[in-house]
DNA sequence: CTGAAAGCGCTTACAG
DNA sequence: CTGAAAGCGCTTACAG
């Protein structure tokens, strides 16, 4: 009743810029010119200033700084279109449009260019878009590679900050990279796999898409996979497989699986190395194919439906959405907040089962209401 | 080059009080009356006002009204002690901690409270701090179910709004619950035993602790577990087995285990229903017992230990800087911008491996640096 | 090179 | 019941 005993978190002792003009003696003009370094200031004077300012560990309110100047701050954004709501894409967007909601009161706005998948010269077109606007700030998916890496150029060329997001592309003086670590998440897969199949199955890994290169998730997520069979040492190896589909849509596809099915000598397990794992529950369903540990990537509405009828067995997640929402804060934290930002951003490497699945945040249906 | 074709996330098209008092014909102070309602306003021009509001969608600027409003906001957080840095309720914490960071500028100021894990008297002493401290909020880890009533019981008497971190009571007319499924948390501990071990395994579940009643995580984990087997069908069952330990300092621990192990004919897995499972796989290492299946709960340190030396399998983990961050700030959305909250969060249920434990945040240094 | 003044959108006494 | 004024901490021309 009478020892208060508690500890206060964070204490705010504000010191004004009115504080240090006053111990200057100086206005608080000059005190502002020597913090925002523009310049016109006697040497001596700021000398002086500089060292208050830091004795007295001086941090802007930012609240009072961005009601006072009605500065905006433009980001520009390009990722790959989305063609529907439950696309992979819209995810990482709607992290975005979070982020952007949540720094609209600091004057940041943000706009969103997006480019065709099947269309590397719509990405260029709206990357050189993206430097006619002068953006304070650039979020990309460097989807294309040559592509990216011309674009990346001009920004440095004009000195303008950039943020990858899902792909890497290593030496590029980017500010910051967030997105998942897939060669992590292939050893993830073939762990999995390894736990719940007996020493001797037959796994097969599909591919879907075309001109698969190093940079892209899918190899890296294969190469992972392998790696962990190859350094597991003791027990006898799994038999493995891989096979490549340049798209789903083909109408031949069903017989393609067959076949390979059948050269392999019939499967235990499928790992496909990114969303369209849904594809392949279909073809499992429509061929009452059962007993088959099936293992994908991301939560994909179509995904969700194939785990919760028990077709696919597990999906590894990499959330996208905080994905989105963490490049714009980056870009917030480094040009207005001058923070010091991470290099790399892996963001956490999600296993999703039939019985976790409510709990992640994208299928989670919004329950307001009463206690 | 010429078509522009972009979409530009969030426009911000700013209504001032100044433009609600222009339309209306009178002067911003019978508007700002108006917003928040503090009377002595002439009911017509009040309800021309409002209409005005409406029609423009006025929303405050945060920013102008907690600069020019030097009104502090006071949290208290009610939270068990910790003992080192390695300590689960520290994560929580860490939570709190950064949300305090950042509201700290829009005035708002955590006052912190700790009991002791053993002694209920401290939970109800640091209570009655709380209520005499008369704070705008409350987030509590209601650890003692009679003392957590009667706290809440006074809280309500008070109007006070407060937030259940980790575990829930319901009925007791909460702002929000912030934490884990247990339940769906046990049946996925199940799945992972049940995919990873032949059908006819033995299981034992380990609970630490005393006194568990069905609100605790341990026992709700528990029934989850059960559950997951007796509705799955077509397979035979697995042999299960529980077993209460009071204190894993009990220096006839071991001698515990050994004999109940004995007991039941051998064990194939191990599941601990919560943190101290590095108890269980210090037992292991001791006695050079391999190839059992162990799984437990959350990301301490000495778990994520035993994890990398390939003694624990599983963790299943549930964010906890993620559930005392959320818990201030949903206490901030309805106090300060008098949003509506949600009145149950659930937090994602992590399945954690050697493979991708580096990417759950507790665990990852910080890498600033060069590209 | 430096100071004084107006203003960002809101809140808070104060006068009428 | 209502308006006018001062002030929150900072920024931005402007005058000297």
Redesign the interface.
Known sequence: ?ST?????????KRIRIKDIAEKANVSIGTVDRVIHNRGEVNAETKAKILKILEELDYRP????S??ASKKTHEF??LLPEVSNPDAYWNKPLNG??EA??EL???GV?????QFSQNDPASFA?KA??IMESKPEGVVLAPFFFRESNEFVEKLNAQQIPFVFIDSNI?????LSFIGQ?SF??G??AA?LFD??LPPDATILIIHFGKELDNLNHPKQRERGFYN?FETKTGEAFEKLYSFEIETANDPRFFEMIDKKIEEIGGVSGIFVTNSQVHRIAEYLVTRNIQHVRLIGHDLVRKNAEFMRAGVV?FLICQRPEEQGHQAIQTLFDHIILKK?????N??????V????L????EF?L??????
Chains 1, 2 share one sequence.
């Not at 208060?4 to 978190?9: A, G, H, R």
């Not at 290593?170 to 980017?174: F, P, V």
Request: charged residues 20%.
């Open positions: 009743m208060l005993k508690y500890t206060v978190i964070k204490t705010t309110n930012l609240l009072a961005t009601l520009a954004v975005v449009r952007a909601a609209q009161q600091y706005s943000i706009k969103l260019h077109a050189n878009l290593s030496g590029r003086n980017k670590n992590q998440s050893m993830l762990k736990y719940s962990y067995d010091q930002v991470r290099t790399d892996y963001t956490s490497i999600d296993i089962t039939k019985e976790n409510d709990y992640y945040k989670n919004s329950n307001y209401g009463t206690n």
